[in-house]
């Protein structure tokens, strides 16, 4: 029943193009060969790949609705309007929380809060209670990160209340844009931006470019904020070229310097990771767990509020707390895999079915997704898994293999 693995070898590269690589930057012709795989055809482009330059980063402007997206933030900005940047519970939408919080906060000098949905009592996206926080706290503008593209009834809710939208997101948009103030999304039909594949957190720190740009505020101190960044685009999963691999390489080189965040210090002392240790696999396999398990099982406010911590002390106690998260998760999606798995070997030794839904009375709605992809790379299947929530609704997570577009299924 476990799937066999088809390999898809890719095309061998010209034989004259990789000589002459080879021979324009005095590589062996197996690594020139590696290289023009990747697109690395030229002195230039191996030079970009290999020393990523800030100097590669894109104008902000060439994103449809920066001009916007500035012009209002500066209105509020002017006015000391309340702003509410809205995350989301997953790695890119803390980091993006928190990074569009410093940064307004403490760069620009805005009155800003945050929030970040529960994901059992809101569910995804911009919800209901994100508005209501706005409108207790008095905020007139909201900045959504890593979600609302598809956000449409709540933008319009928002305006009910008085409340104007900036989305910074990444994903696939809709037939129908929200009404929003701005809509940052490289993924817009009709929106030319170079790189297509940014984070959330990526979005938002173009807009923080932007927004230095237009207020004539030094743009190192917007680079600043790449650690971010770094850590949302190897957590995401994101392609690490182009814009993305400057950004990385940037920001992870300030996450292994003495000058790190408190709040990243602490997370990877938790997690007894060594000073200056951190690389691309070391977030997806160590850091990006422990932010992702307290969305999953608690309030991921605790995560940004670590990422934002600036006392070592405070930032030491919020660290060993998301280490306690991350056990639970661990144990809860462990026991729900097993119990999953003996379901999906029954299930599938009735036959060759094409697709697996699953269903456990106990499993922890958060973990859920974690489930579902262990399974489509056991079975090679798409799957949806299912759980009963507190409130005994249900809520499920699908996942899909590769080439097979879930989300146009279900459609």
Known sequence: ???????????????????ALAAELNLTQPLARLLARRGVTSFESARTFFRPSLANLHDPSLMRDMDRAVARLSRALDAGERILVHGDYDVDGITGCSMLFMALRDTFGAAVDYFIPDRLE???????????RAEALGATLIVAVDSGITAVESVAEAKRRGIEVVICDHHEPGDVLP??????DPKRRDCDYPCKLLTGCGVGFKLLQGLAQARGIDAEKVHGYLDFVALSIAADIVPITGENRTMMAVGADVLNSD???VGFKALMET?????????????VFTLAPRLN??????SAEEAVALLVCPDPAEARRLALGIEERNLARRQLDARAFEEARALADRALSAGDGHGLVLHGETWHPGVIGIVAAKLVERYHRPT?????APDGSVKGSARAVAGFDLYAALQ
């Open 1 to 19: 029943m476990l799937h066999r693995y088809l390999w898809r070898h890719a095309p061998e590269p010209d034989a004259d193009l990789v000589a």
């Open 122 to 132: 809101h569910g995804y996206g911009l919800s209901s209670g994100g508005l209501d």
């Open 179 to 184: 009404d929003a103030a701005a809509v940052l």
């Open 259 to 261: 000058e790190a965040r």
């Open 271 to 283: 997690a007894r990771m060594a000073a200056g240790g951190v690389r691309t696999e070391s977030i």
């Open 293 to 298: 398990a307290v969305g999953r099982i608690a």
């Open 384 to 388: 949806v898994v299912f759980a009963t």
